[in-house]
C-alpha cells in the first residue's frame, strides 16, 4: 500500500504513525498551575533534542473535541518551567491513570494517589516514585498546524536539574537500564515492557 498523507483523514495518519513509530519514551510531565494545583499527565510524543545545553521536547496535540488549551500546556506557558519523570515498570498503572481528564481544579497526584516532591529549581512537583526526573525551564513553543484537529504544540525545555535515583546508577553518568524497567507507548491502549537489551558496536570504516 502506498499512502499520500493529504488523501487520508488525519485520523488514519495518527493510527498508522502511533502504531508503526514504537516504543515510544513517555515524558510524565508534572507542572504547577497559576492556583497552585499540582497538574500530571503522559505524553509519549517525547524526546531528547540534544546534550549541550541538555534539552527535551514533549508535543501537547490539540484536543479535537473542543480545541481548548490542555492544563500541561497551559500551565508550562504560565510559569515557565515544568519537570520529565521517567515511567518505570512499577508506575505504569498509575502513569495510565494520569491520563484521565480531569477539570483542571483537581490534582492528578491525589487521583492517582501519587507523592508530589519538592524540585530543586522549579515550583512544579516531581513525582517522587519515579526514579529520574529533569527540572526543566521553558526554552521555546513551535505550533504546528495547532489551531487544528490532530496538530500539536512542541514544547521545548532547557534541563535545569536532574534527580537520579543511586539504584539504577552505574558511575557518574551511566544508567541501568535493566533496573529501571523502562515502559514505552504502543498503539491505542497498548504499552511495552523494555526488558530485553542487546548491544551493537558502531561499525568502524577503515
Not at 94 to 106: F, G, I, V, Y
Not at 126 to 141: G, Q, W
Request: glycine fraction near 6%.
Amino acid at each position: 500500500m502506498e499512502l499520500d498523507p493529504k488523501t487520508i483523514p488525519y485520523q488514519s495518519m495518527y493510527k498508522i504513525m502511533i502504531g508503526s513509530i514504537v516504543p515510544r519514551p513517555i515524558g510524565w510531565i508534572s507542572t504547577r498551575s497559576a492556583a497552585g494545583v499540582f497538574n500530571l499527565a503522559p505524553y509519549s510524543f517525547f524526546n531528547a533534542v540534544c546534550s549541550n545545553p541538555p534539552t527535551v521536547l514533549f508535543c501537547v496535540t490539540s484536543r479535537a473535541s473542543d480545541m481548548s488549551v490542555k492544563d500541561t500546556l497551559r500551565n508550562v506557558l504560565d510559569s515557565g518551567e515544568f519537570v520529565v519523570n521517567i515511567v518505570s515498570y512499577p508506575q505504569a498503572a498509575q502513569m495510565n491513570q494520569t491520563s484521565a481528564e480531569l477539570p483542571a481544579d483537581r490534582s492528578e497526584f491525589d487521583f492517582a494517589g501519587l507523592t508530589p516532591a519538592p524540585s530543586l529549581t522549579v515550583q512544579a512537583p516531581r513525582v517522587a516514585e519515579s526514579l529520574i526526573h529533569y527540572e526543566c525551564e521553558l526554552d521555546r513553543t513551535v505550533p504546528i498546524n495547532a489551531d487544528a484537529p490532530g496538530g500539536a504544540t512542541v514544547v521545548f525545555g532547557r534541563v535545569r536539574h536532574v534527580h537520579i535515583d543511586d539504584s539504577v546508577l552505574i558511575g557518574t553518568d551511566k544508567i541501568d537500564a535493566a533496573k529501571l524497567q523502562p515502559v514505552g507507548r504502543m498503539a491505542g491502549a497498548g504499552y511495552a515492557k523494555i526488558e530485553t537489551f542487546f548491544d551493537l558496536p558502531r561499525p568502524v570504516v577503515e
